[in-house]
């Protein structure tokens, strides 16, 4: 009996579907708190914005990429550290004991996890639809889902690098705190990142996401800091070298 | 053709020894036992042969195939049920099954037969759609042993298959071993602490300790050799009176917090 490739993608991507609909609340859990950001930060901050040497923008217009962005990035990251999930409850062993190949394993789990957190960033965006939000055109929508793809197979390619080499779930919050609420905060999701300092800056446009965001703004509002061609090839870049770690990694996993 | 054999084969965590060269064969068709103190390197060797872990020095062939160079040929020829549970418990057993089945490649038509075959083998046909974390203790150990018998393997390791169940389903369980091993003639190896349950159902022991074979024959010839009426003499015997303590890793912390007994759905 030998297994392939295909079937182990779908197989892992099926049990993060069926996961992913079971676990109601956890769902509903996290789109509140994009849900909220944009409720409170986008009707507040609604008065007295202006992007320096930018036509009038509008600040919802502007947080909305930003926001869809944030969903992506913690959805993925917590898809990809769901990899310790399985090892603290001793489900890694029977993906570890199978026949198949550690990078057909990988892969299945970023299709799974690119799903799920595309579900959740389109229900965000549908949401900020009703809040007023407008989208330039139906090319940008693809171009946007495409980026949103970028971002989410970089950073669930991170998180299961990451996961690869811790050993329990405590450090998970840790990562949280020291990474990921920095990623989100400078990435240019809630103002932009001419804003920052001169010191604050580099940290800025060295961070993915920065120009994950910007491209989704390019996409959903046509306006960019930075060039969306830009943007694509670093995410690509970004992405493939997240695969590759996190493959590498898992690979050598043993537990 | 042996089932098992290993040639010195050694693990060594940080400078601490936990197999120490142990060389020795399980023969095709045996229920061969491997009895230990704590930490005296069991579950170890286990992972070794199941390809989980990768030896410091030495080698070992499962089915013939070479744990090092021949990695899927031997995953695919052995079963394990691990003394931690390893199931998905957001899926119900069926889909627990599935999985498992399609990572092995499985065709759709063998698949459904065979789910059906090891279900019905374990006795948990109505609880297929259950959402495992419903399961008892019991009913959790039983969907693992069908599971791991799936791909019709050739060797099924079983690491403290009973530990923790009821009389019933320890019973039950023992059934089974000894139903796969002579009506299908599986190779079985098992670990355990209870002394009886080794007596019972393996056709030989090892006995390791410190990471080495301190004994290796049937518990009758055990018995006569050291002059002890029972497996468990013999074995505190050869392995003395001391308690050794392992570290205890999370899962383990876990599985002592979850509550032994269950609702009555058996």
Sequence with gaps: MKSNNLQTIYVMWLREMKRFFRAKARVIGTLAMPFFFLISFGFGMRQGFSLPGMPQINYL????????????????????????????????????????????????RIAGGITTALIQAILILIL??????????????????????????????????????????????????????PTFLLSGAFFPVSNLPKWLKPVSLINPLTYGVDGLRASLIGFSQFSPFLDFSILLIFGSLMVALGSWLFNKTEI | MLAIETKNLTKEFNGLIAVNNISFGVKEGEIFGLLGPNGAGKTTTIKMLATLLKPT??????????????????RNSIGIVFQEPALDNRLTGYENLDFHARLYGLDSKTRKK????????????????????????????RLEIARGLMHYPKVLFLDEPTLGLDPQTRHRIWDYILQLNQKEKITIILTT?????????????????????????TPQNLKNIFKKPTLEDVFLHLTGRKIRETEVNSSEKLRRLRPAHHPPIR
């Design chain 1, 61 to 108: 217009d502007f947080l909305v990429p930003g926001i869809i962005g944030m969903t992506m990035l913690f959805n993925s990251i917590f898809a990809g550290i769901s990899v310790l999930w399985d090892r603290e409850f001793g489900f890694l062993k029977e993906i570890l004991v199978a026949p198949v190949k550690r990078f057909a394993i990988v892969l299945g």
């Design chain 1, 128 to 181: 900020s639809l009703f809040l007023g939000f407008k989208i330039l055109n139906p090319l940008g929508l693809i171009l946007a889902i495409l980026f949103m793809i970028l971002i989410g197979i970089g950073f669930i390619g991170f998180g299961i690098a990451v996961a690869s080499i811790l050993e329990n779930t405590e450090s998970f919050s840790l990562i949280m705190q020291l990474f990921v609420f």
């Design chain 2, 57 to 74: 020095k030495g080698e070992a062939k499962v089915c013939g195939f070479d744990i090092l160079r021949e990695r899927n040929e031997v």
């Design chain 2, 114 to 141: 065979r789910i059906q075959e090891v279900l019905t083998l374990v006795e948990l046909e109505d609880k297929a759609n259950v959402i495992v974390r419903n399961y008892s203790g019991g009913m959790q150990r």
């Design chain 2, 193 to 217: 602490h209870y002394m009886e349950e080794a007596d019972y159902l393996c056709q030989r022991v090892g006995i390791i300790d410190f990471g080495k074979i301190v004994a290796l024959d």
